[in-house]
Protein backbone atom coordinates (compact mmCIF):
# COMPACT_ATOMS: atom_id res chain seq x y z
CA UNK A 1 0.00 0.00 0.00
CA UNK A 2 0.93 3.46 -0.60
CA UNK A 3 2.12 5.66 1.98
CA UNK A 4 0.19 8.35 1.21
CA UNK A 5 -3.26 5.89 1.67
CA UNK A 6 -1.53 4.72 4.64
CA UNK A 7 -1.58 8.39 5.93
CA UNK A 8 -4.78 9.16 4.90
CA UNK A 9 -6.76 6.07 6.55
CA UNK A 10 -4.57 7.38 10.15
CA UNK A 11 -5.31 10.69 9.50
CA UNK A 12 -9.27 9.83 8.94
CA UNK A 13 -9.35 7.80 12.44
CA UNK A 14 -7.75 10.20 14.40
CA UNK A 15 -9.85 13.48 13.46
CA UNK A 16 -12.92 11.22 14.17
CA UNK A 17 -11.56 10.23 17.49
CA UNK A 18 -10.04 13.61 18.12
CA UNK A 19 -13.47 15.34 17.19
CA UNK A 20 -15.56 12.64 18.43
CA UNK A 21 -13.89 10.43 21.31
CA UNK A 22 -15.17 12.26 23.98
CA UNK A 23 -18.77 10.75 23.14
CA UNK A 24 -17.06 7.73 24.89
CA UNK A 25 -15.87 9.28 27.95
CA UNK A 26 -12.21 9.10 26.58
CA UNK A 27 -9.78 11.36 26.52
CA UNK A 28 -5.58 11.26 25.52
CA UNK A 29 -5.78 14.85 27.96
CA UNK A 30 -4.84 18.46 27.01
CA UNK A 31 -1.33 18.74 26.32
CA UNK A 32 -1.14 17.12 22.58
CA UNK A 33 0.51 19.49 19.92
CA UNK A 34 -2.30 19.83 17.66
CA UNK A 35 -5.16 21.35 16.40
CA UNK A 36 -7.62 19.80 18.43
CA UNK A 37 -10.12 22.67 19.35
CA UNK A 38 -10.95 23.19 22.32
CA UNK A 39 -13.92 24.40 21.32
CA UNK A 40 -15.25 20.58 20.35
CA UNK A 41 -17.66 19.85 22.61
CA UNK A 42 -17.04 15.94 22.47
CA UNK A 43 -13.18 15.89 21.13
CA UNK A 44 -11.13 12.75 22.44
CA UNK A 45 -8.56 14.92 22.93
CA UNK A 46 -7.06 19.33 23.32
CA UNK A 47 -4.56 21.10 21.52
CA UNK A 48 -1.85 22.70 24.01
CA UNK A 49 -2.12 26.12 23.13
CA UNK A 50 -5.36 27.23 24.88
CA UNK A 51 -4.30 25.73 28.40
CA UNK A 52 -0.75 27.16 28.01
CA UNK A 53 -2.24 30.23 27.38
CA UNK A 54 -4.16 30.41 30.12
CA UNK A 55 -1.77 29.41 32.69
CA UNK A 56 0.94 32.35 31.05
CA UNK A 57 -2.08 34.78 31.98
CA UNK A 58 -1.61 33.94 35.71
CA UNK A 59 0.18 36.98 37.95
CA UNK A 60 4.00 35.32 38.05
CA UNK A 61 3.38 34.75 41.85
CA UNK A 62 0.55 32.05 41.03
CA UNK A 63 2.26 30.87 38.03
CA UNK A 64 5.39 29.85 40.13
CA UNK A 65 4.07 29.26 43.36
CA UNK A 66 0.47 27.70 43.69
CA UNK A 67 0.43 26.51 39.98
CA UNK A 68 4.22 25.65 39.54
CA UNK A 69 3.80 21.86 40.07
CA UNK A 70 0.35 21.75 37.84
CA UNK A 71 2.07 23.87 35.18
CA UNK A 72 5.29 21.72 34.91
CA UNK A 73 3.90 18.58 34.48
CA UNK A 74 1.45 19.93 32.07
CA UNK A 75 4.83 21.48 30.11
CA UNK A 76 6.50 17.85 30.72
CA UNK A 77 3.40 15.80 29.22
CA UNK A 78 3.73 18.02 25.95
CA UNK A 79 7.28 17.70 25.80
CA UNK A 80 6.64 13.73 25.73
CA UNK A 81 4.62 14.05 23.32
CA UNK A 82 6.30 16.24 21.33
CA UNK A 83 9.67 14.29 21.59
CA UNK A 84 8.11 10.78 20.39
CA UNK A 85 6.18 11.49 17.64
CA UNK A 86 7.75 15.34 16.43
CA UNK A 87 6.65 16.71 13.17
CA UNK A 88 4.47 13.82 12.34
CA UNK A 89 1.44 15.81 14.35
CA UNK A 90 1.33 18.04 11.55
CA UNK A 91 1.47 15.04 9.13
CA UNK A 92 -0.58 12.70 10.24
CA UNK A 93 -3.11 14.08 13.25
CA UNK A 94 -3.63 17.24 13.21
CA UNK A 95 -7.34 17.84 12.25
CA UNK A 96 -6.98 20.72 10.44
CA UNK A 97 -4.04 19.61 8.49
CA UNK A 98 -6.64 16.54 7.51
CA UNK A 99 -8.74 18.85 6.77
CA UNK A 100 -6.52 20.98 4.38
CA UNK A 101 -5.75 17.63 2.76
CA UNK A 102 -9.59 17.18 1.81
CA UNK A 103 -9.98 20.50 0.65
CA UNK A 104 -6.53 19.55 -2.08
CA UNK A 105 -8.34 16.26 -2.91
CA UNK A 106 -11.76 18.36 -3.52
CA UNK A 107 -9.88 20.94 -5.70
CA UNK A 108 -8.08 18.51 -8.01
CA UNK A 109 -11.29 16.39 -8.32
CA UNK A 110 -13.04 19.44 -9.82
CA UNK A 111 -10.29 20.04 -12.04
CA UNK A 112 -8.54 23.03 -10.60
CA UNK A 113 -5.13 23.94 -10.60
CA UNK A 114 -3.01 24.58 -7.79
CA UNK A 115 -0.10 26.82 -7.47
CA UNK A 116 2.66 27.32 -6.06
CA UNK A 117 4.61 30.00 -4.08
CA UNK A 118 7.68 31.57 -5.47
CA UNK A 119 10.59 30.64 -3.61
CA UNK A 120 11.46 34.03 -2.28
CA UNK A 121 7.84 34.34 -1.41
CA UNK A 122 7.86 31.67 1.01
CA UNK A 123 11.57 32.61 2.74
CA UNK A 124 9.52 36.00 3.13
CA UNK A 125 6.85 34.76 5.40
CA UNK A 126 8.79 32.40 6.98
CA UNK A 127 8.97 34.99 10.12
CA UNK A 128 4.93 34.74 10.93
CA UNK A 129 4.70 31.53 12.60
CA UNK A 130 7.46 32.33 14.60
CA UNK A 131 5.90 35.97 15.98
CA UNK A 132 2.43 34.63 15.87
CA UNK A 133 4.59 32.25 19.18
CA UNK A 134 5.64 35.15 20.53
CA UNK A 135 2.57 36.81 20.35
CA UNK A 136 0.65 34.22 21.94
CA UNK A 137 3.36 33.68 24.70
CA UNK A 138 3.72 37.78 25.19
CA UNK A 139 0.04 38.61 25.46
CA UNK A 140 -1.50 36.49 27.95
CA UNK A 141 1.32 36.57 30.28
CA UNK A 142 0.26 40.82 30.11
CA UNK A 143 -3.14 40.05 31.69
CA UNK A 144 -1.85 39.22 34.87
CA UNK A 145 1.25 41.01 34.86
CA UNK A 146 2.59 44.23 33.71
CA UNK A 147 5.47 43.84 31.11
CA UNK A 148 8.03 46.48 31.09
CA UNK A 149 6.25 48.78 33.04
CA UNK A 150 3.37 48.77 30.78
CA UNK A 151 -0.32 48.64 31.84
CA UNK A 152 -2.28 45.09 32.21
CA UNK A 153 -4.26 43.66 29.11
CA UNK A 154 -7.59 42.96 29.19
CA UNK A 155 -8.58 39.65 30.39
CA UNK A 156 -10.10 39.34 26.89
CA UNK A 157 -6.86 38.91 25.33
CA UNK A 158 -6.39 35.94 27.25
CA UNK A 159 -6.25 32.95 24.82
CA UNK A 160 -5.29 35.46 21.55
CA UNK A 161 -4.15 32.59 19.35
CA UNK A 162 -7.55 30.25 19.86
CA UNK A 163 -9.72 33.21 19.16
CA UNK A 164 -8.37 33.80 15.72
CA UNK A 165 -6.82 30.28 14.98
CA UNK A 166 -9.50 28.80 12.34
CA UNK A 167 -9.98 25.77 13.99
CA UNK A 168 -12.57 27.70 16.39
CA UNK A 169 -15.32 28.11 13.66
CA UNK A 170 -14.50 25.64 11.65
CA UNK A 171 -13.93 22.50 13.86
CA UNK A 172 -17.08 22.44 16.15
CA UNK A 173 -18.79 22.35 12.87
CA UNK A 174 -18.53 18.40 12.10
CA UNK A 175 -20.21 18.39 15.90
CA UNK A 176 -23.46 20.41 14.92
CA UNK A 177 -21.84 23.38 16.89
CA UNK A 178 -22.43 26.82 14.78
CA UNK A 179 -22.03 29.21 17.64
CA UNK A 180 -18.41 29.92 16.53
CA UNK A 181 -19.40 31.73 13.40
CA UNK A 182 -20.17 35.26 15.04
CA UNK A 183 -18.29 38.55 15.03
CA UNK A 184 -18.97 39.15 18.24
CA UNK A 185 -19.52 42.88 19.27
CA UNK A 186 -19.15 42.63 23.11
CA UNK A 187 -15.98 45.01 22.81
CA UNK A 188 -13.03 46.51 21.16
CA UNK A 189 -10.84 43.14 21.75
CA UNK A 190 -13.15 40.77 20.59
CA UNK A 191 -14.67 42.94 17.99
CA UNK A 192 -11.37 42.39 16.38
CA UNK A 193 -10.10 38.96 17.25
CA UNK A 194 -13.73 37.57 16.10
CA UNK A 195 -13.13 39.45 12.67
CA UNK A 196 -9.66 38.19 11.92
CA UNK A 197 -11.31 34.62 13.25
CA UNK A 198 -13.86 34.39 10.30
CA UNK A 199 -10.90 36.01 7.81
CA UNK A 200 -8.70 33.65 8.88
CA UNK A 201 -11.49 30.84 8.33
CA UNK A 202 -12.12 32.19 5.46
CA UNK A 203 -8.27 32.39 3.93
CA UNK A 204 -8.52 28.33 5.28
CA UNK A 205 -11.07 27.45 3.19
CA UNK A 206 -10.18 29.58 -0.17
CA UNK A 207 -6.41 28.66 0.37
CA UNK A 208 -7.14 25.47 0.18
CA UNK A 209 -8.21 25.54 -3.59
CA UNK A 210 -4.70 27.42 -4.48
CA UNK A 211 -2.22 25.78 -2.45
CA UNK A 212 -1.77 22.99 -0.58
CA UNK A 213 -1.54 23.19 3.17
CA UNK A 214 -1.68 26.82 3.06
CA UNK A 215 -2.21 27.27 6.29
CA UNK A 216 0.50 25.09 7.49
CA UNK A 217 2.98 27.69 6.53
CA UNK A 218 1.79 30.16 9.57
CA UNK A 219 1.10 27.87 11.93
CA UNK A 220 2.82 28.65 15.70
CA UNK A 221 2.63 24.85 16.66
CA UNK A 222 4.73 24.02 13.58
CA UNK A 223 7.00 26.85 14.88
CA UNK A 224 6.82 25.05 18.44
CA UNK A 225 7.37 21.63 17.17
CA UNK A 226 10.39 22.99 15.74
CA UNK A 227 12.30 22.79 18.29
CA UNK A 228 12.06 19.02 18.79
CA UNK A 229 13.45 18.94 15.37
CA UNK A 230 16.87 17.76 16.35
CA UNK A 231 15.81 15.75 19.25
CA UNK A 232 12.82 14.03 18.04
CA UNK A 233 12.38 10.09 17.93
CA UNK A 234 11.06 10.23 14.24
CA UNK A 235 13.78 11.70 12.05
CA UNK A 236 14.27 11.73 8.05
CA UNK A 237 17.49 11.36 6.86
CA UNK A 238 18.97 12.08 3.05
CA UNK A 239 21.96 10.11 1.57
CA UNK A 240 23.56 12.82 0.04
CA UNK A 241 25.55 10.74 -2.41
CA UNK A 242 22.40 9.09 -3.84
CA UNK A 243 20.91 11.66 -4.52
CA UNK A 244 20.76 12.80 -8.56
CA UNK A 245 18.79 16.07 -7.76
CA UNK A 246 15.57 14.52 -10.21
CA UNK A 247 13.09 17.41 -7.85
CA UNK A 248 10.59 14.50 -7.26
CA UNK A 249 10.56 14.86 -3.53
CA UNK A 250 10.38 19.16 -4.25
CA UNK A 251 7.69 18.81 -6.53
CA UNK A 252 5.46 15.91 -4.26
CA UNK A 253 6.13 17.78 -0.95
CA UNK A 254 2.95 19.42 0.30
CA UNK A 255 4.67 21.86 2.06
CA UNK A 256 7.34 22.83 -0.77
CA UNK A 257 9.94 22.73 0.70
CA UNK A 258 13.28 22.89 -1.82
CA UNK A 259 15.95 22.29 0.86
CA UNK A 260 15.74 18.42 0.76
CA UNK A 261 15.81 18.66 -2.85
CA UNK A 262 18.94 21.12 -2.81
CA UNK A 263 20.85 19.76 0.02
CA UNK A 264 23.13 16.89 -0.54
CA UNK A 265 25.78 17.59 2.57
CA UNK A 266 23.37 17.46 5.35
CA UNK A 267 22.15 14.60 6.47
CA UNK A 268 19.31 15.43 8.61
CA UNK A 269 16.48 17.30 6.91
CA UNK A 270 13.45 17.88 8.84
CA UNK A 271 13.04 21.18 8.56
CA UNK A 272 10.64 24.10 10.11
CA UNK A 273 7.75 23.67 7.69
CA UNK A 274 8.59 19.98 7.42
CA UNK A 275 5.29 17.77 8.41
CA UNK A 276 6.66 13.67 7.89
CA UNK A 277 4.05 12.83 5.55
CA UNK A 278 7.06 11.00 4.17
CA UNK A 279 5.89 11.42 0.81
CA UNK A 280 9.37 12.47 -0.51
CA UNK A 281 10.40 9.38 0.69
CA UNK A 282 7.61 7.76 -1.76
CA UNK A 283 8.34 9.36 -4.65
CA UNK A 284 12.14 9.07 -4.82
CA UNK A 285 14.00 6.78 -7.47
CA UNK A 286 17.05 6.15 -5.67
CA UNK A 287 18.06 3.19 -2.94
CA UNK A 288 18.05 4.76 0.34
CA UNK A 289 18.79 8.27 -0.87
CA UNK A 290 15.84 9.52 1.91
CA UNK A 291 15.27 7.32 4.88
CA UNK A 292 12.43 7.80 7.73
CA UNK A 293 13.58 6.81 11.17
CA UNK A 294 12.31 6.14 14.71
CA UNK A 295 15.38 6.61 17.69
CA UNK A 296 17.88 6.44 14.41
CA UNK A 297 16.79 3.09 13.41
CA UNK A 298 15.40 2.99 9.55
CA UNK A 299 11.75 2.41 9.16
CA UNK A 300 11.20 3.61 5.43
CA UNK A 301 13.48 4.00 2.75
CA UNK A 302 12.92 5.06 -0.93
CA UNK A 303 13.90 2.56 -3.39
CA UNK A 304 14.04 2.30 -7.13
CA UNK A 305 11.98 -0.71 -7.19
CA UNK A 306 9.25 0.90 -5.05
CA UNK A 307 9.06 3.51 -7.42
CA UNK A 308 9.25 1.87 -10.42
CA UNK A 309 6.19 -0.04 -9.12
CA UNK A 310 4.05 2.42 -7.99
CA UNK A 311 4.71 4.32 -11.70
CA UNK A 312 3.59 1.10 -13.25
CA UNK A 313 0.66 0.68 -11.09
CA UNK A 314 -0.42 4.50 -12.16
CA UNK A 315 -0.20 4.32 -15.45
CA UNK A 316 -2.04 1.01 -15.29
CA UNK A 317 -4.85 3.14 -13.58
CA UNK A 318 -4.31 6.01 -16.11
CA UNK A 319 -4.98 3.46 -19.13
CA UNK A 320 -7.82 2.25 -17.66
CA UNK A 321 -9.33 5.14 -16.96
CA UNK A 322 -8.75 6.28 -20.78
CA UNK A 323 -10.23 3.06 -21.65
CA UNK A 324 -13.62 3.48 -19.64
CA UNK A 325 -13.36 6.96 -21.38
CA UNK A 326 -13.40 5.64 -24.86
CA UNK A 327 -16.15 2.81 -24.09
CA UNK A 328 -18.35 5.56 -22.70
CA UNK A 329 -17.96 7.51 -25.66
CA UNK A 330 -19.12 4.66 -27.88
CA UNK A 331 -21.70 4.29 -26.10
CA UNK A 332 -23.10 7.68 -25.91
CA UNK A 333 -21.72 8.43 -29.64
CA UNK A 334 -20.71 5.93 -31.64
CA UNK A 335 -20.16 7.93 -34.35
CA UNK A 336 -17.78 10.39 -32.74
CA UNK A 337 -15.79 6.58 -31.09
CA UNK A 338 -14.80 5.77 -34.45
CA UNK A 339 -13.44 8.77 -35.63
Given at each position: ???????????????????????????????????????????????????????????????????????????????????????????????????????????????????????????????????????????????????????????????????????KPIIPLFAGDTSHLIIDFSSATKLILSSLSMLIAGLF??????????????????????????????????????????????????????????????????????????????????????????IGLPVFSASAEGFLKRQAKTAYAAKAHDDAKVLQDSV????????
Amino acid sequence: MRIDRIRLFVQTLCFVFLIYGGLSVFSIGSAIPTMACIYAENRGGSCFLYPFQRFLSMPWASLFGSAAIPFLVYLGTFFIWALVFGKTFCGWICPLGFLQDMITKIREWVGIDGSRFAWKTRDRFQWVKYALLVLLILLPMGIGNSLMGLPRFTADLAVPFCQICPGKPIIPLFAGDTSHLIIDFSSATKLILSSLSMLIAGLFLVGGFVKRRYICAFCPMAALLSLFDRIGLVGLKKKGEACTCCGNCFRACPMEIREIAELRDKKHIVTQDCMLCMRCIEVCPENKALTATIIGLPVFSASAEGFLKRQAKTAYAAKAHDDAKVLQDSVTDPESASR
